[in-house]
């Protein structure tokens, strides 16, 4: 059924409708049980991480709104953050293709396992049961995808999706918010040139604007990479269509509102 234009439309509402076509997104098609190839066993556990990833990438959306209506804007940083980093990862693994972006990640996970184990080197040892966890876990990594370990790291996940530099930019913006630095630092206080010294408060000073744009943009980048990798084009794509032609009628609003 056409929807029609409301002018009463904001970023909030659309957000809403794309959680909601989320919610009752069909199963992926299944597959018989059988001797699966190494191939199909990835494929398959691709669209479930995709899944997850999806998920993630909604709930950690509704937590930081839920946050920034209670006035916790600034303090959203790290959870848009997140968000953003698995819209990303989702385009990436969509761009991919269900194997390789599994076999990538089974990779980059052998790699940060590796991380902890000499961690414990120096901190607190790791149990006999705990170390055959993690080789078991190591074990699933092929070594004929080595080539591929490069593609772990953000940046150059970027690199494949120049269409995301903008995500890349925003997200440059919330780590320096979500990490210890000066930037995370300065809606906390001001200086007092007249006295002089620094005024302390006990909330920001500032408070953080655009949560609602920046989270519908990506949750419906998130959902139309999903169903990409989920084979579910039909279910998604005409919704999605109708989503993003609500939300260029909003960023015209917001246009013309800042230039008047």
Same mark, same amino acid.
């Given at each position: ?29 299944? &597959?018989?049980?059988? =001797? ?8 398959? $556990? /691709? %669209?479930? *991480? !995709? ?6 990438? &909604?709930?950690?959306? =509704? ?8 006035? $916790? /804007? %600034?303090? *959203? !940083? ?142 419906c980048t998130a959902a139309l990479a999903y169903g990409i990798v989920a084979s579910l084009h039909a279910y998604f794509d005409e919704e999605l269509d109708r989503l993003d032609t609500r939300i260029s009628v909003l960023l015209a609003q917001q246009a013309g509102s800042s230039a008047d």
């Amino acid at each position: 059924m056409e929807q029609e234009e409301s002018t009463d439309d904001t970023w909030r509402k659309v957000f809403n409708d794309a959680s909601i076509l989320i919610e009752h997104v069909p199963s992926p098609l299944g &597959k018989p049980v059988g =001797e699966w190839s190494r191939t199909e066993q990835t494929e398959s $556990y /691709g %669209v479930a *991480v !995709a899944w997850g990833w999806l998920m993630r990438t &909604k709930r950690t959306a =509704e937590a930081a709104l839920m946050l920034h209506s209670l006035g $916790y /804007g %600034v303090e *959203v !940083a790290p959870l848009a953050r997140s968000v953003i980093e698995h819209t990303v990862r989702l385009q990436w693994a969509a761009e991919r293709g269900r194997q390789e972006f599994v076999e990538v990640m089974l990779r980059n996970q052998k790699a940060t396992l590796d991380n902890i184990i000499t961690a414990a080197k120096s901190g607190f040892p790791l149990t006999i049961e705990q170390l055959a966890k993690i080789e078991a876990l190591q074990s699933n990594a092929g070594d004929e995808f080595k080539s591929l370990d490069y593609e772990a790291a953000f940046a150059h996940v970027i690199e494949r999706l120049p269409h995301l530099t903008h995500a890349h930019q925003v997200w440059l913006l919330m780590s320096r918010e979500s990490h210890p630095s000066l930037t995370s630092a300065s809606p906390y206080s001001d200086w007092l040139s007249s006295e002089p010294g620094w005024q302390l408060y006990l909330t920001p000073k500032t408070t953080a604007t655009g949560g609602e744009m920046l989270m519908t943009a990506m949750l419906c980048t998130a959902a139309l990479a999903y169903g990409i990798v989920a084979s579910l084009h039909a279910y998604f794509d005409e919704e999605l269509d109708r989503l993003d032609t609500r939300i260029s009628v909003l960023l015209a609003q917001q246009a013309g509102s800042s230039a008047d």
